[in-house]
């Protein structure tokens, strides 16, 4: 039957949720280095210990004490983080010094007070996935490179590679939107490109999971784009990866302008959506990777 | 490393299959919740609590079954079992109205919180209040109306509701808008497994044979071992899969 040999290639190559979780999280991802991996302040560590470029840390108040003790030396523009933090609950990024404290990139304005309130919430767990104690984590506000923020001309663009066994799968562009506030994440509105892992050539684009060919504020074309340094990003993701000891993780990279390539996060539990980005299955590419391999 | 292509993963399969048999066995043979069941009505037990769980293993099993095969996410596994108990006692229609309304109070009113900076728990200090007010006030227009099932109501199940209520404006709050689809999927789930339950035929065999709900256990563990696609994800990536099977 032509329709159920259809069905059955067509659906057979699409990796959904049942079979990442039981065949690839729960064998491939052992759950202390998922812990690990859920908290930026050690990722950092571990990646710089083996050499890896990092988002330099500016300070991380771990508790109470540590935030009466904390002398809010800041440069003028940085980004306020939870340690544990997911989906980019709880960032503020900072823009500039506004009248008893400072502007956020939204316009908002952050008094000191505020801030520490803000901090206060995020060592109470409210932007962690368990809602148990976190730390916070200021970092120096990145500036995309140039070639990315034409595109996205608000935020900060970063790269997903999807890694498996130490092999970059597939990957994405993401980027922000006015509408997703700065934010790179496809469920509050960013943009998702997919990217051909050999060439570094965007070949698919989608917004709010339908297909896109423009970005909605700066109105240029997001296909047939090439992504600068490519071979390097997706080196880096690689070699990331393997540091994890995670088999099946995203690693999200961003190109900074003064900073050159940083891995920004790992994902031990990474999306399926890279897959709309793609138009590409990822049980079908694992299948012929690991069939060449 | 395999990437396999079964549906269902071999070595789990075998221990639910396992319990399956076993619990058959009892429910057939050996009946020991029939007389569990049985010595506690005698001896006075609130109908209610035993009919509650009673019910509640199938219940979660229809959960179960609506997020793995069908893939409706919830907010958790306990805010729609319990709203399906609450639904039972007021009604779906009534239940599903009461969550309408918490959200159409709450939501504005944390949203004019939120303009200024709060801790987060007070926020939801604020929530819980807002949603005891709003029951009180809900409940007496109801009895006013003459609906009397909202005062059928338990305290677990609207302390749910507020639970439910408080996590999805929070959600707003934090700008995760994809909450928004886990509280409608959580409504939809409690209102569907309500319905199932409240079938006459389905509670008078239960209660006829209450160690049937023995099978919810390795039903859950077999569903548990479903690596296969499911039907949202079949809508969702049906692009992907087209582009694949050409």
Redo the contacts between chains.
């Keep these: 039957m032509r329709l159920a040999s259809?069905?059955r290639?067509?659906?057979?190559?699409?990796l959904?949720?049942?079979?990442r979780n039981?065949?690839f999280i729960e064998p491939?991802n052992p759950r202390r280095l998922l812990q690990l991996a859920a908290s930026k302040v050690r990722t950092k560590e571990l990646l710089s210990a083996h050499g890896l470029p990092v988002a330099p840390t500016l300070a991380v108040v771990r508790d109470r004490i540590a935030l009466r003790a904390f002398d809010w030396d800041l440069p003028d523009a940085f980004a306020l983080k939870p340690g544990g933090g997911w989906?980019g609950?709880?960032i503020i990024v900072v823009d500039g010094r506004a009248a008893g404290g400072w502007r956020s990139l939204d316009g908002e304005h952050l008094p000191r007070?505020?801030l520490t309130?803000?901090v206060?919430?995020i060592l109470?767990g409210?932007?962690s996935l368990i809602y148990g104690p976190d730390e916070a984590l200021f970092e120096p506000r990145l500036r995309s490179d140039r070639a990315l923020a034409r595109f996205a001309p608000y935020g900060l663009p970063d790269v997903r590679v999807l890694v498996c066994?130490g092999v970059a799968a597939l990957a994405m562009l993401r980027l922000p939107t006015r509408e997703s506030?700065g934010?790179a994440n496809l469920?509050?509105g960013g943009v998702a490109v997919g990217v051909d892992l050999d060439r570094g050539i965007t070949v698919h684009a989608v917004h709010r999971?339908r297909?896109s060919s423009a970005h909605p504020d700066s109105g240029l074309g997001l296909l047939g784009v090439e992504l600068p340094r490519w071979d390097e990003v997706r080196d880096l993701a690689e070699r990331a990866a393997t540091v994890s000891g995670l088999?099946y993780v995203g690693v999200d990279v961003v190109i900074d302008d003064e900073l050159g390539l940083l891995v920004l996060e790992l994902n031990g539990r990474p999306g399926l959506d890279i897959?709309?980005a793609n138009?590409?299955?990822l049980?079908?590419v694992?299948?012929d990777r690991?069939a060449r391999h | 490393m395999v990437v396999t292509t079964r549906s269902w993963s071999r070595p789990g399969a075998r221990l639910a299959i396992a319990l399956l048999i076993g619990s058959l066995v009892l429910a057939q043979i050996v009946r020991p919740l029939a007389l569990v069941v049985e010595a506690l009505l005698q001896r006075g037990a609130e109908p209610r609590t035993v009919e509650v769980l009673l019910l509640a293993p199938l219940a979660v099993t229809i959960i179960v079954f609506l997020r793995v095969v069908v893939g409706l996410d919830t907010l958790g596994i306990f805010a729609p079992m319990l709203l399906a108990i609450a639904f039972l006692r007021i009604g779906v229609i009534e239940g599903l109205l009461l969550l309408a309304v918490l959200v159409i109070v709450c939501a504005p009113c944390i949203a004019l919180i939120e303009r200024y900076r709060f801790l987060a728990i007070s926020r939801t200090g604020v929530v819980i209040c807002l949603v005891a007010v709003t029951l009180l006030i809900a409940t007496a227009v109801g009895a006013l109306v003459g609906s009397a099932s909202l005062l059928e109501a338990e305290v677990i199940p609207l302390a749910i509701m507020a639970g439910v209520i408080e996590r999805f404006v929070n959600a707003q709050a934090d700008q995760r808008p994809e909450e928004t689809a886990k509280l409608i999927f959580t409504g939809v789930v409690a209102a569907l497994v309500s319905l199932v339950l409240a079938n006459q035929v389905l509670q008078r065999a239960l209660f006829a044979r209450p160690d049937l709900l023995l099978l919810s256990m390795p039903a859950c563990l077999l569903m548990g071992r479903y690596a296969g696609l499911r039907l949202l994800d079949l809508l969702c990536f049906r692009e992907v899969a087209a582009r694949a099977a050409r």
């Design positions: 259809a069905l290639d067509g659906f057979g190559a699409v959904g949720i049942n079979r039981l065949e491939l989906r609950g709880g007070a505020d309130l803000h206060v919430d109470d409210a932007f066994a506030h934010k469920h509050q999971r297909a088999d897959q709309l138009l590409m299955g049980r079908s694992l299948r690991f």
